[in-house]
């Protein structure tokens, strides 16, 4: 089976056939969608923003992650779904996108960026978990992530231009 037919596949799925047959269900996903882009995201940047000097700098790394995780993770879960809902409804469609394509490449550098700072940054935040300037690969690990989330986002917003109206 190629990747064209899983597309066709998925749109012929019950999910897929209510996304795009349903009045409301697509209103409300995208709806959806926005607020977990907005809670996870914007509590990222924060994060992002720390491990590059700038922001909540009387805060320790540690400390922030921890009180920022209980809101980034479920809304990224929540993000995570309803896209996938969104997606399983317009899925040749966005085979075809460009703009789906570096959102998609956008979403993987992100997710490399987090498991590398993870596995390998984080490993060492002891003796800088409260300085006010982090060393320089906490810093580029801030900066990859925001990057990446605004390349998600900007092309997100241009799928919406450029694929969904040919929809309808």
């Not at 996304?19 to 977990?36: C, K, N, Q, S, Y």
């Amino acid at each position: 089976m190629s990747l064209f037919e899983l597309c066709q596949w998925l749109e012929a799925t019950s999910i897929g056939v209510h996304v795009r047959e349903d009045i409301w269900t697509f209103p409300v996903l995208i709806a959806v969608h926005m607020l977990g882009l907005t809670l996870s995201v914007g509590t990222l940047l924060w994060f992002d923003l720390r491990l590059m000097g700038f922001g909540v700098s009387n805060c320790s790394v540690s400390r922030l992650y921890r009180r920022l995780m209980p809101l980034m993770l479920p809304s990224f879960l929540i993000m995570a779904v309803s896209g996938s809902m969104i997606f399983a409804g317009f899925a040749t469609l966005a085979y075809e996108n460009v703009y789906f394509k570096i959102k998609l490449a956008a979403l993987v550098v992100a997710g490399l960026n987090a498991m590398l700072f993870h596995v390998f940054t984080e490993k060492r935040l002891g003796p800088w978990d409260d300085a006010r300037v982090l060393p320089f690969p906490a810093r580029v690990a801030g900066f990859v992530s925001i990057l990446a989330w605004l390349t998600v986002i900007l092309s997100g917003r241009m799928i919406s231009y450029t694929m969904y109206n040919a929809g309808f």
